[in-house]
């Protein structure tokens, strides 16, 4: 497999989507559709579960999101499998591509994607690998 990095930026767009039943702590359920610049370019649409108190600095929640465009110009979609936690203003946050779940030009796609913020401007680093290409003679 040919591991590779790339950097861009998304947008994101979230839309309440109710509170667990029955749960005593302050917790929630959103979607939510992000769209994606740079060599990973295109649409994602997502759902999100959390939990805590992000205004006092603890909270914690897990998504997954289905990403549909190209990269680096092969085209097709995979699931990223999110978990993050805050504590005491703490983040930490983990992003997976979710195995097995690569179609199109990128099936067997495995990495990670960190997610940022700077400037108000949302960004992504991509590290990630593809099978090499089948040798044909």
Known sequence: MESTSVTGTFEIAYTPAGSWSGADDPAS?????????GPLAGT??????????P??????????????????????????QHSGTMLAGRDSLLVVVTPGSGSGD???IAGTLALTMEDGVHRY?????????????
């Open 29 to 37: 359920r959103m979607t939510f559709t992000k769209t994606y610049a």
């Open 44 to 53: 994602s649409s997502g759902e999100m579960l959390t939990a805590g108190r």
């Open 55 to 80: 205004g006092d600095g603890s909270a914690g929640y897990v998504a997954l999101e289905r990403f549909t465009g190209t990269l680096a110009g092969r085209h097709g979609s995979c699931v990223l």
């Open 106 to 108: 990128l099936a067997g």
């Open 125 to 137: 680093r991509f590290d990630y690998a593809l099978p090499l290409p089948a040798y044909s003679a």
